[in-house]
């Protein structure tokens, strides 16, 4: 017997056969993966939170980079779709022992999987992936440049708050440019019809944010009386290879999301943040186990995502 959720899930596919960043998303795939998220959301509340969707599927996780959230989720939906699921860890493997990338990643692919998500610290690398393998590939994020999960899952998040994107007035707060985070969010809240304004230091704004199409204002204050929600980005010290600001209570000073500067604002304020957190840095506790921050929201919604984009991408096309 099929499924409830069968009757539900949006059949479609996306343009492209990767999910390698939104650079090259467009709005009618965000559109299709936030709409089957939303189908998938409602299995992980059900009793038994699986469905056989990818039956017969084989994804690794290749992970070159320390994960909580994005590497359990990625694992959790592969298992709610029923889907064989093995992960790889650059530290416990042969790597160690001088195997290249290239050699890692066919070898990997010889095993006969369909899908590789992949987290890396050099940018582009997973574009770079899929000149060795044919095997489907997933950005879960590549150094500073794109996290496209992520995005999607804040932009659900946002989507499931407000009810809309479209018109959501939303502030990055903090390192926008070591974030990848950031990346894939400025392009899918445009994409999607957000207006988007960058806050921090001037040392952290990348070069050329002159040409992404968004407001840049240092002024914090200004932009939490302007904006619907915020995401606050975490510094991103390992990626650093200098100090961009003079002292952690400076930055906490002048763009720290604290409890006194909420208390001020005069309406609700969505918060966000990405995970992980430095408590007490760019944001407080208080602020942070808030009742509008939607922090562990956007962690669960992240499960639902990845299942809509596994399953777009792998679920079996009907004959042509
Ligand atoms: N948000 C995020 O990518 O968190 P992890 O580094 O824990 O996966």
Request: hydrophobic share 40%; with cysteine; net charge negative.
């Amino acid at each position: 017997m099929l499924s409830i959720w069968w009757t539900t899930a949006k059949m479609g596919f996306l343009q492209n056969r990767h999910l390698l960043g939104l650079a090259d998303a467009p709005a009618e795939d965000i559109r299709l993966i936030l709409e089957n998220a939303f189908t998938f959301r409602e299995v992980l509340d059900r009793p038994i939170k699986k469905v056989p969707t990818l039956q017969g599927k084989t994804v690794v996780n290749l992970f070159f980079e320390p994960s909580t959230r994005t590497r359990i989720s990625f694992e959790l939906a592969q298992k709610r779709l029923s889907a064989d699921t093995v992960n790889f860890s650059a530290s416990a493997s042969s790597l160690q022992k001088g195997e290249s990338f290239k050699d890692t990643a066919q070898n990997i692919e010889a095993m006969k999987v369909d899908c590789i998500i992949m987290r890396h610290p050099v940018p582009g690398a997973s574009i770079h992936l899929t000149k060795y393998v044919d095997s489907v590939v997933v950005n879960a994020g590549d150094g500073a440049h794109e996290h496209p999960t992520q995005a999607l899952l804040d932009m659900m998040s946002l989507q499931e708050r407000f009810g809309r994107i479209e018109g959501l007035k939303v502030g990055i707060v903090g390192d926008i440019s070591h974030s990848r985070v950031a990346g894939s969010n400025i392009l899918g809240l445009q994409k999607m019809g957000a207006e988007v304004t960058l806050c921090g230091p001037p040392t952290m704004m990348p070069l050329g944010v002159g040409a992404l199409g968004v407001t840049v204002n240092h002024n914090l204050d200004e932009v939490l009386d302007w904006a619907d929600a915020i995401n606050v980005l975490r510094i991103q010290r390992e990626r650093m290879g200098a100090s961009y600001f003079p002292s952690v209570r400076e930055y906490r000073h002048l763009f720290g999301i604290t409890q006194e500067r909420i208390e001020r604002l005069k309406k609700q304020l969505i918060i966000m943040h990405p995970g992980p957190m430095n408590r007490g840095v760019e944001i407080d506790s208080d602020v942070a186990d808030s009742e509008n921050a939607i922090i562990l929201d956007q962690v669960l919604n992240g499960v639902a995502i990845r299942m809509a984009v596994l399953y777009l991408l792998l679920g079996d096309k009907p004959e042509e």
